[in-house]
């Protein structure tokens, strides 16, 4: 494990959350790192990115307007905050970090080189 996922938790629709990314071994200003979820039986899904000095960002259009990825180089950690939140948006999230193309942001799992080990956010209604 690479990286590592904190700050999921359960919440009632329409609260707010916060994920934070960080990683013990990698400089992550180096670093692209996009969040996924993964809900039970359905395949991980791109939630949201941001490229290695903050200057392009991507939302899943099922989280634009309710989500916000950002970072802080300085603390090595990137973070998601997520409000607005729906039963819709139960999984487990996982955090995610590419170095070839570091500069874009791109939406594949398979683009993405080393991972953390999710945290679970559960959303009741």
């Known amino acids: 494990v690479q990286l590592q996922a904190s700050g999921g938790g359960l919440v009632q629709a329409g609260d707010s959350l916060r994920l934070s990314c960080t990683s013990p071994?990698?400089?992550?200003?180096?670093?692209?790192v996009g969040w996924f979820r993964q809900a039970p039986g359905k395949g991980r899904e791109f939630v949201a990115g941001?490229?290695?000095?903050?200057?392009?960002?991507n939302y899943a259009d099922s989280v634009q307007g309710r989500f916000t990825v950002s970072r802080d180089n300085t603390k090595n950690t990137v973070f998601l905050q997520m409000s607005g939140l729906d039963v819709e948006d139960t999984a487990v999230y996982y955090c995610?970090?590419?170095?070839?193309?570091?500069?874009?942001?791109?939406?594949?799992?398979?683009?993405?080189?080393?991972w953390g080990q999710g945290t679970q956010v559960t959303v009741s209604s």
């Open positions: 071994g990698l400089d992550l200003s180096s670093w692209a």
């Open positions: 941001i490229n290695r000095d903050g200057g392009r960002i």
């Open positions: 995610a970090a590419e170095y070839r193309y570091g500069a874009f942001v791109r939406t594949r799992p398979t683009n993405y080189e080393a």
